[in-house]
């Protein structure tokens, strides 16, 4: 999932203290904010859009493309059945701690009704210089900048690490989709690499992992496919086995969910893993990623010259 | 969270699933009461909230009363997977006619629940799922709809199930998915579930474990478990805990706190990449980003450390926002091991004027610049004193 700057957001939470101050923040950076929602609250105006009581109110006077949740994580499936039956095609869902059960209720509805799930525990997506829906700093010059590499990262804090490393190395990124840290998602590492791959403005992929589920996994069989460069780090990979780390999904649970099993998988693919963050705008050199001019000629067969780590 | 078996019974028994007659017993005495109340030859099981109890001695059979007792006394004594073994329970031995294996668990493939079955159960299924995956069923659910007698029906069909047998078979896979939903476990296993020769369907084991994200909704569920039963925790993590922080403890020098899981478990690996060793994970992401100063203490409570290293990297969590809560927590603790900050995304600029201000200390503009000097001054230091740590195991 993408959303571009002719899209049209709304924002459910919006009257709570995080849902404003980030209503405003996601409105400098581009995005079209047009409405808000909070059940009761109807009527009022926040961050300079009027609030209504359901997602349908607010469809009925607005066009819709898209709605980020600021809600409670026992409110979230509510909020989000609420998107979902309203007919709102891109769904992506903040809260962390929902029940998962409830996410996967929510993800079937939304599959009935041809709706796409961003999250939940996701920070969001970034495209930098259109919009930026979620909590991600958008706004930030030295982290985010239009460019031509695609990021997927499952953390937000480890995202802006990334995004700052490629600006620091001269890149700018065509986009940035956080996936999220839970252990069911509506969004996959898969799902947001496909994206970024038919995604004309995206030459070069960089792909952040952590230890624990097989997403990483999966996600290679597709990258072997690709002609993009795909640089990827794996997070996690010297913490002790066994560990929870905070992030349900980074648990490390037998030999498809570790470090090395995503390196391997991941190298086998033909993507260049690298060992630190800093090491990111190297790989792509190497791989074959050209900073500058989004448009520029992207040497998609360098990959196979170029042997990773 | 884990549930204990005996806990994970009364779900299951509450769910309309036979499960054995049995008693929970914390002495030998206790044991030897509840086996001649049974009558019968019993299975004694320490209750410890690790798999493959049955391959590590923690399961033990017994044809007396005194016997019970016997075995009993023994696995009270042991420790099974680094889980002290407090109870154990002694259960009336089934008249097994047939193994058979069942679960329901939240799969992110499907992005639904999964419902496992084989007519291969008992303690080797792993290896029988690895040799031979076809005779492990894979029935993905609709959690819109739930899992019928219908539905059931087909996933037991086609398998080598005697005839007679499969009605009570779905009968109880729609009943395990119903204690599944009803408890918000992530994962509802039962194996062996067993046909007995009489033709019942009861389960001997019980391995539930609740969606963390559900606890708060699952009171009576979570107020029943026992404390013992959860993660073995050190002192500090300990601590961590009560304040909402999760730390775990590792056998490093450099002392590191950064926001959300994944920056910090890169932390670790660039001082790993470096040279170093981190002495804890400690994150204070997400809505715990306020929380930096009781965190920062903690990080300093390690004797251990020998430098510190600050790394924020601001999407929802303000820089700035944690950046006051460490610098009143140095200013406060004034600790005399060197501090390292790098700090980036939301909140910086004021995050890093705070920093310089206050503290004096130089934010690094890169992440492994701030990561090298930390190592390298842990490295200068006094050599640590040795106390090793007692590590938070999970699975």
Partial sequence: ????????????????????????????????????????????????????????????????????????????????????????????????????????????????????????????????????????????????????????????????????????????????????????????????????????????VVLVGEIGGVMEEEAAAYVATMTKPVVAYIAGRTAPPGKRMGHAGAIVTDGRGSGESKVAALTEAGATVVDVPSQIGDALRAAGAQAGEPDAAVRSSVREASPSR | MKLLEHHGKQLLERGGLRVPVSGVASSAEEARDVASRIGSRVVVKAQVPTGKRGKSGAVLFADSADEAAEVAERLLALSVDGYPVHEVLVEECADIERELYAAVLNDPVSKGPLVLFSTSGGMDIEEVNRATPELVRRHPVDITRGLDAEEALEVVAGTDLPDAARGAV?????????????????????????????????????????????????EAVVAAAPESAQEQLTELERRGRELGLQLIELDGDVGVLANGAGLTMTTLDVVHHYGGRAANFLEIGGDAYTKATPALSLVLDNPRVKSLLVNFCGAFARTDVMAEGVVAALEELRPDVPVFFTIHGTGEEEAVRLVRERLGVEPYDLMDDAVRAAVAAAASAAPAPSTAPVSAEVR
């Fill in chain 1, 1 to 204: 999932m993408l959303v571009r700057s002719g899209e049209s957001v709304i924002v459910q939470g919006i009257t709570g203290r995080q849902g404003s101050y980030w209503s405003q923040r996601m409105a400098e950076c581009g995005t079209r904010v047009v409405a808000g929602v909070s059940p009761g609250k109807g009527g009022r105006e926040v961050a300079g859009v009027r609030v209504y009581d359901s997602v349908a109110e607010a469809a009925a006077r607005h066009q819709v493309d898209a709605t980020v949740l600021f809600v409670p994580p026992m409110a979230a499936r509510e909020a989000a059945l609420d998107a979902v039956s309203a007919g709102v095609r891109k769904v992506v869902f903040l809260a962390e701690h929902v029940p998962a059960q409830d996410v996967m209720e929510v993800l079937a509805r939304a599959r009935e009704s041809g709706a796409q799930v961003l999250g939940p525990n996701t920070a969001g997506l970034v495209v930098p210089g259109e919009t930026s829906v979620g909590i991600m700093p958008g706004f930030a010059p030295n982290i985010f900048r239009p460019g031509n590499v695609g990021v997927v990262s499952r953390s937000g804090s480890l995202g802006t690490l990334v995004c700052l490393n490629l600006v620091t190395a001269g890149f700018g990124q065509s986009a940035f989709v956080g996936i999220g840290g839970d252990p069911i998602l509506g969004t996959t590492t898969l799902d947001a690499v496909r994206t970024l791959d038919a995604d004309e403005r995206t030459h070069a």
């Fill in chain 2, 170 to 218: 779905a009968d109880a896979l729609v009943r395990l998915y119903g204690v599944y939903r009803d408890s918000d476990a992530d994962l509802a296993e039962v194996n062996p579930l067993v046909l007995t020769r009489a033709g019942d369907v009861v389960a001997l084991d019980a391995k539930i474990s609740i969606d963390p994200g559900s606890e708060p909704r699952q």
